[in-house]
C-alpha cells in the first residue's frame, strides 16, 4: 500500500505547525521533549556527526529499534523485509559484495547478512552504541558464522575501503538525517568503491516545494537538487518509481557510474 506524501509543505512554517498541533494534540508534549533535548544537544555538539552521535546514543539508551525509527517490533521487522525484498527483486544475489552505510542495529543487515555468502557483508555507522545493538542483533540471529564486517566511522569518504569492491552499496534513512555536505562527501567518493556494474541506493525525504530541515535531524530535499549533485560526481542517478508503492515515506534513488 502505498504512503501519500505531502510534497510540498514546509514543516519549518508557522502555520503548519499551528495545523498540526490542532489536528495532533497528542504528539505536542513529545515533540517539545525532542525540540529541548535536539537544542541541550546542538549547544554541546556544534558538529552535524558529533550532534547526531549524540542523538543516536539518546535514542539507544531507550530503545534500539525506536532508534533507528520502529516504534514496535513488528515494525522494525517490517522495514527490514521491505528492504531486503526490494533489493532481491532489484539486482541483490547472493554473491553481491555488498556496503550498508548507516546499518544501524540490522534492521534489514540481518537479512542480507543471513542471505549473503559470508564475509560478503559491510556495515558502517557513526553510533558506537547502536553498533553495539547491532551486535546483539546478529548473536541474536546465531550469523556469527557469516563474518559480517561492522565498522565504526566518522565520515563517509570511505577511505578506508577498497577500491571497485561493491557490486551494492545501500543507504536507508541515512540521507534523510544529513545535511547537504554529508551527502556530497558520501556522493564523491562512492562511486571509486563500486565494483563495475555496481549500483548505490539510497532513500531520502522528497519535497516539491522548499528544501529545509526540522530540529538538525530531518532533512528535506528536491530530487532533482540530489540527481544534480551526483551527476557533479560523474555518477547517474535514476528515481526508482516503483519504491514509492511500498508502504515507506521516504524516496529513493538509484545511483550508478556515469
Not at 530535499?221 to 544534480?228: I, K, N
Request: aromatic share 10%; hydrophobic share 35%.
Amino acid at each position: 500500500m502505498s504512503v501519500k506524501k505531502n510534497l510540498a509543505v514546509d514543516r519549518t512554517a508557522v502555520a503548519h505547525k499551528v495545523r498540526y498541533a490542532l489536528g495532533h494534540p497528542g504528539r505536542i508534549p513529545p515533540y517539545v521533549r525532542r525540540a529541548a533535548r535536539d537544542r541541550w544537544l546542538a549547544l554541546h555538539h556544534p558538529d552535524h556527526v558529533s550532534y547526531y552521535r549524540a542523538v543516536m546514543a539518546s535514542d539507544t539508551r531507550r530503545n534500539p529499534e525506536a532508534a533507528v525509527g520502529s516504534q514496535t517490533h513488528d515494525r522494525w521487522l517490517a522495514l527490514g523485509r521491505m528492504q531486503f525484498d526490494y533489493l532481491r527483486e532489484h539486482g541483490l544475489t547472493r554473491q553481491s559484495r555488498m556496503l550498508d552505510i548507516g546499518c544501524g542495529n540490522l534492521r534489514s543487515g540481518w537479512r542480507f547478512i543471513e542471505y549473503l555468502d559470508a564475509g560478503n557483508y559491510y556495515g558502517i555507522d557513526i553510533s558506537p552504541d547502536i553498533l553495539i545493538a547491532a551486535k546483539r542483533t546478529l548473536t541474536d540471529h546465531g550469523l556469527q558464522a557469516k563474518l559480517p564486517h561492522l565498522t565504526l566511522t566518522r565520515d563517509l569518504t570511505l577511505d578506508f575501503l577498497p577500491d571497485a569492491h561493491f557490486d551494492v552499496v545501500h543507504a536507508h534513512s541515512v540521507f534523510s538525517h544529513s545535511p547537504i555536505e554529508i551527502i556530497d562527501e558520501c556522493l564523491a567518493h562512492v562511486g571509486r568503491v563500486l565494483a563495475p556494474g555496481g549500483f548505490f541506493d539510497f532513500t531520502f525525504d522528497r519535497t516539491t516545494g522548499t528544501e529545509h530541515q526540522v530540529l538538525r535531524e530531518d532533512f528535506y530535499y528536491r530530487t532533482e537538487t540530489l540527481t544534480g549533485l551526483a551527476a557533479q560526481h560523474g555518477l547517474k542517478a535514476h528515481f526508482m518509481d516503483d519504491w514509492e508503492s511500498r508502504g515507506h515515506g521516504q524516496s529513493k534513488l538509484r545511483v550508478t557510474a556515469g
